[in-house]
C-alpha cells in the first residue's frame, strides 16, 4: 500500500495517540527516524501500548527482531486483549527463530505459535493471524508444536469464515508440502472467489512469480487492483509479466526501477533485490549478457541469499 493507504490504516482508534509524525515517517518505509521518533514518545508515555506496538513494527520493518520482540513483549503486556498486537510479537519470534541456532530455534517458535493462537483466541477474524498459525502448523515439525493434524481444522474453521482465505490457506499449506500442483489448484479457486486482502492476492503473486507463471500473474493483478489499485506491487508484477513474455523491456525496465526507487521496503513486498533480479532477466532477453550480470551481483549485494540472483550470475559465469 502506498503512504496514504497506510495513513489511513493508522487512523484507526488503536494509533490515535501516536505522533503523526511517527505514522507518516513508518508509512514512507524511514524506519529509522520513526523509530527514534517513537522512542521519545515511549520516553513521555511509557505505558502507551499503540506506540510500543508501533515501534516494534518499525524494529521489525527494519530487520531488528531483537528489539521487535522486546517493543512487542511491552505491547502485549500493556494491552493483553489486542489480537494484533499478538500476532505481531509471533512472527518477530518467528524470524528470531529463522536466525538462530536449534536449540534457541526450537523455544522461539514454541512462543510464535502460542501468539498466534492466542491472537486468533483473541479475534477470529484476525485473519492475517490465523494464516499464520495454519502456515506454522502446517510447516513447523511436532517438536516446534506445529503439525498439519493441527491445520486441518484451522482451514476448515477459517474457510467457514472466508471462503477465499480458507482456499488460500489451503494453497500455502500445499506450497509449505512443495506439493505445487494442488497449491495452483488451490491457488486459482481462491483468486475466484475474489480475496478481499491484497496482501493475501500478492502472496499468490509471489508464488506464481517464482515459478515463472505469467497467466496467474495476470489474474493476479486484476484481482489485487479491484482490492487496493494504489499498491505499488501491481506495477512490479506487470513488469515481470513482460519480462516473462519477452516483451516490451523499456516499459519493463522503467517500472522495475520506479519500484526501486519508490517502494517502501516492506516484509511481505518483493524486495529491491527481486527488481534487480528480473532487470538481468530483461538484459538477458536482450543478449546483453554485462548489464544483466550488473543486476544480478547488484541483487546479490542487497541479499547475498538471494538463490535467484545467484543461479542466474553463477549460469551467465559458466557461459
Known amino acids: 500500500m502506498l503512504v496514504a493507504a497506510w495513513l489511513t490504516l493508522f487512523a484507526c482508534r488503536a494509533y490515535a495517540d501516536v505522533p503523526p509524525e511517527a505514522k507518516a515517517l513508518f508509512a514512507s518505509g524511514d524506519y529509522s527516524r520513526a523509530i527514534e521518533v517513537l522512542n521519545h514518545a515511549a520516553a513521555a508515555a511509557p505505558n502507551d501500548a499503540a506506540v510500543q506496538h508501533l515501534l516494534a513494527r518499525s524494529y521489525f520493518e527494519s530487520e531488528q527482531f531483537d528489539r521487535a520482540i522486546a517493543a512487542g513483549e511491552k505491547s502485549v503486556s500493556l494491552e493483553p486483549q489486542n489480537s494484533q498486537y499478538h500476532e505481531l510479537l509471533g512472527r518477530a519470534y518467528g524470524e528470531k527463530a529463522g536466525r538462530s541456532g536449534w536449540l534457541s530455534a526450537l523455544a522461539l517458535a514454541k512462543k510464535a505459535r502460542k501468539e498466534f493462537d492466542a491472537a486468533v483466541h483473541i479475534d477470529e477474524r484476525n485473519f492475517s493471524a490465523m494464516q499464520a498459525l495454519i502456515e506454522f502448523d502446517c510447516s513447523a515439525p511436532g517438536i516446534a508444536g506445529g503439525g498439519e493434524d493441527k491445520a486441518r481444522p484451522e482451514i476448515q474453521k477459517l474457510g467457514s469464515l472466508d471462503a477465499a482465505e480458507g482456499r488460500y490457506a489451503s494453497g500455502n499449506c500445499r506450497r509449505q508440502k512443495k506439493d505445487y500442483a494442488a497449491a495452483d489448484a488451490e491457488?486459482?479457486?481462491?483468486?475466484?472467489?475474489?480475496?478481499?486482502?491484497?496482501?493475501?492476492?500478492?502472496?499468490?503473486?509471489?508464488?506464481?512469480?517464482?515459478?515463472?507463471?505469467?497467466?496467474?500473474?495476470?489474474?493476479?493483478?486484476?484481482?489485487?487492483?479491484?482490492?487496493?489499485?494504489?499498491?505499488?506491487?501491481?506495477?512490479?508484477?506487470?513488469?515481470?509479466?513482460?519480462?516473462?513474455?519477452?516483451?516490451?523491456?523499456?516499459?519493463?525496465?522503467?517500472?522495475?526501477?520506479?519500484?526501486?526507487?519508490?517502494?517502501?521496503?516492506?516484509?511481505?513486498?518483493?524486495?529491491?533485490?527481486m527488481a534487480h533480479y528480473w532487470l538481468g532477466r530483461m538484459h538477458e532477453n536482450q543478449n546483453d549478457a554485462a548489464s544483466a550480470k550488473q543486476e544480478y551481483q547488484e541483487a546479490l549485494n542487497l541479499e547475498p541469499k538471494n538463490r535467484f540472483a545467484n543461479e542466474a550470475l553463477k549460469r551467465l559465469r559458466r557461459d
Do not use: C, T, W
Not at 221 to 236: H, L
Not at 242 to 261: C, D, T
Open 187 to 273: 491457488f486459482q479457486k481462491a483468486l475466484e472467489l475474489h480475496p478481499k486482502s491484497a496482501d493475501l492476492i500478492y502472496d499468490i503473486g509471489d508464488y506464481y512469480m517464482k515459478r515463472d507463471q505469467a497467466d496467474g500473474l495476470a489474474v493476479v493483478i486484476k484481482e489485487a487492483e479491484r482490492a487496493e489499485a494504489a499498491d505499488p506491487r501491481g506495477d512490479f508484477f506487470r513488469a515481470v509479466i513482460l519480462v516473462l513474455a519477452k516483451q516490451n523491456p523499456a516499459e519493463s525496465g522503467k517500472l522495475l526501477r520506479e519500484y526501486i526507487a519508490r517502494a517502501p521496503k516492506r516484509n511481505n513486498y518483493p524486495s529491491k533485490a
